[in-house]
T-cell receptor, first 114, second 111 residues
Framework: DTEVTQTPKHLVMGMTNKKSLKCEQH?????MYWYKQKAKKPPELMFV???????INESVPSRFSPECPNSSLLNLHLHALQPEDSALYLC?????????????FGPGTRLTVL | KNQVEQSPQSLIILEGKNCTLQ??????????LRWYKQDTGRGPVSLTI?????NTKSNGRYTATLDADTKQSSLHITASQLSDSASYIC??????????FGKGTMLLVSP
């Protein structure tokens, strides 16, 4: 299994909703990432988990809450989002956070906030 | 400041033709450079990854070059196909867990 999976593929939510994005990999990777990508822009790093511990938080608003329950799963909990948070949310994983190893991206979740 | 600049911003070519995309970077320290293909609304898919000592790497119809002295890379696509229509993103890895993304080149292959 050499892929990163993300669910759901699409999500529409209101500003008062609470929802979660899920990411899963079974490649034994110990570094996992959340990115946000707006249309026609490159991905922007949000969070990095290394060995299930949050190692980088790129000053992301608290309405985004990451969680890494185990080495294969990464969640992004969403609460009280704003319309400008609408974007493609990408998960990625690597064997480890350092070194030359490849970073694999998931297919993304297209989030629309109404 | 670490930066990755790509050109052209967009490109339209006829099916079957070749094209070359450019990437200039100022990332330091340099670890590796990757080219990704991203279809609209999908996650990026890796095409090639090159380290400091590599100056050419091929993956099917894709050939990437790297000149670490001038900090330039190119991605050459041979005999383009309609399915090559996508955004091509140059990404440079610098220090620990640091990736610097280019803004991408949007390629449209026209029949």
């Amino acid at each position: 299994d050499t892929e990163v999976t993300q669910t759901p593929k699409h999500l529409v939510m209101g500003m008062t909703n609470k929802k979660s994005l899920k990411c899963e990999q079974h490649m034994g990777h110990r570094a996992m990432y959340w990115y946000k990508q707006k249309a026609k822009k490159p991905p922007e790093l949000m969070f990095v988990y290394s060995y299930e511990k949050l190692s980088i938080n790129e000053s992301v608003p608290s309405r985004f809450s990451p969680e890494c329950p185990n080495s294969s799963l990464l969640n992004l909990h969403l609460h009280a989002l704003q319309p400008e948070d609408s974007a493609l949310y990408l998960c990625a994983s690597r064997h480890s956070a350092g070194g030359q190893n490849e970073q694999f991206f998931g297919p993304g979740t297209r989030l629309t906030v109404l | 400041k670490n930066q990755v600049e790509q050109s052209p911003q967009s490109l339209i070519i006829l099916e079957g033709k070749n094209c070359t995309l450019q990437c200039n970077y100022t990332v330091s320290p340099f670890s590796n450079l990757r080219w990704y293909k991203q279809d609209t609304g999908r996650g990026p898919v890796s095409l090639t990854i090159m380290t400091f000592s590599e100056n050419t790497k091929s993956n099917g119809r894709y050939t990437a070059t790297l000149d670490a002295d001038t900090k330039q890379s190119s991605l050459h696509i041979t005999a383009s196909q309609l399915s090559d229509s996508a955004s091509y993103i140059c990404v440079v890895r610098g220090g620990y867990s640091t990736l610097t993304f280019g803004k991408g080149t949007m390629l449209l292959v026209s029949p």
